[in-house]
C-alpha cells in the first residue's frame, strides 16, 4: 500500500488519496450526526466504525458512504432487548 492512500487498484478498490476518503468521511458523519436532536458518542462511533469498514472495502462514493451511515444509524447497538 503506498504511504498516504487507502485501499488497492490490485484488489479491485478505488485508489483515493488518504486525505481526500478521512475528509469525505468526515463530511458523512457529520451531515448524518446533525440530522439527528442528540447523537451519543456511541452512535456516533458505531457509525463512524461503519463508514471506515465500507471505505477500507472500496465503498467511497458519497452516495454509497451515506447509505452506510444511514443503515448504522437505523441498527445502532442498543443494550436495551
Not at 7 to 18: E, I, R, T
Not at 47 to 74: F, I, N
Request: glycine share 8%; net charge negative.
Amino acid at each position: 500500500m503506498t504511504a498516504g492512500y487507502r485501499g488497492g487498484a490490485s484488489q479491485g478498490k478505488l485508489v483515493m488519496p488518504y486525505s481526500e476518503t478521512a475528509a469525505l468521511l468526515r463530511t458523512v458523519l457529520e451531515d448524518l450526526c446533525t440530522e439527528l436532536a442528540m447523537v451519543d458518542a456511541e452512535t456516533r462511533t458505531h457509525v463512524a466504525s461503519r463508514l471506515l469498514d465500507a471505505a477500507e472495502h472500496g465503498h467511497c462514493s458519497l452516495d454509497q458512504l451515506r447509505e452506510v451511515g444511514r443503515e448504522a444509524l437505523h441498527k445502532t447497538p442498543t443494550m436495551w432487548p
